[in-house]
């Protein structure tokens, strides 16, 4: 009978622990209104949270440790800033998850966004396709000129 009563007991106390420390927060309902999300999310962040929030800084200065402890809401790799020298698609994957795992591992858990600068493709990553400028392909004044190369090499697809 002793034994039984403890058995409850603990069932007990873990269901009021989670219950006490499970807080509905309406931002992380996705059945929930974009506006009362966004509105619930303000309400619920400090000062500090919201400018770091509004703030990108460059890969190369970025950590993990960085993303959490500053709250960064961007995070940009500029040209020329690859996780390693011969980076693989894998390579930008693992970075990239290093510093979301940051972000996420905040408070509120709110992700950031990613950035790379590559406008004409991903030349970065070890064996990728580089496309032309959409600024030489619009000052060739050939509007199909796009259209035509892809029809030539449609694998760059």
Same mark, same amino acid.
Do not use: C
């Given at each position: 009978?002793? &034994?039984?009563?403890?058995?409850?007991?603990?069932?007990? &106390?873990?269901?009021?622990?989670?219950?006490? %420390?499970?807080?509905?927060?309406?931002?992380?309902?996705?059945?929930?209104?974009?506006?009362?999300? #966004?509105?619930?999310?303000?309400? +619920?962040?400090?000062?500090?949270?919201?400018? %770091?929030?509004?703030?990108?800084?460059? +890969?190369?200065?970025? !950590?993990?440790?960085?993303? +959490?402890?500053?709250?960064?809401?961007?995070?940009?790799?500029?040209? %020329?800033? !690859?996780?390693?020298?011969?980076? !693989?698609?894998?390579?930008? #994957?693992?970075?990239?998850?290093?510093?979301?795992? %940051?972000?996420?591992?905040?408070?509120?858990?709110?992700?950031?966004?990613?950035?790379?600068?590559?406008?004409?493709?991903?030349?970065? #990553?070890?064996?990728?396709?580089?496309?032309?400028?959409? #600024?030489?392909?619009?000052? !060739?004044?050939?509007?199909?000129?796009?259209?035509?190369?892809?029809? +030539?090499?449609?694998?760059?697809?």
């Amino acid at each position: 009978m002793v &034994s039984v009563l403890v058995q409850w007991l603990g069932i007990a &106390s873990v269901w009021a622990a989670t219950a006490v %420390g499970a807080e509905y927060m309406k931002y992380k309902d996705p059945n929930q209104p974009v506006g009362v999300r #966004v509105e619930d999310l303000l309400m +619920r962040m400090t000062l500090e949270e919201k400018i %770091g929030q509004m703030v990108q800084i460059d +890969r190369t200065v970025a !950590t993990a440790d960085v993303m +959490r402890d500053y709250y960064i809401g961007s995070l940009l790799s500029g040209g %020329g800033s !690859t996780p390693l020298p011969g980076a !693989t698609a894998t390579d930008w #994957v693992n970075m990239v998850n290093k510093f979301q795992k %940051g972000s996420l591992s905040t408070r509120l858990g709110i992700p950031m966004i990613y950035g790379i600068d590559a406008v004409h493709g991903h030349n970065n #990553v070890v064996n990728a396709t580089i496309f032309p400028h959409n #600024v030489g392909l619009g000052a !060739t004044r050939q509007v199909n000129l796009s259209d035509v190369y892809l029809f +030539r090499f449609p694998t760059l697809i």
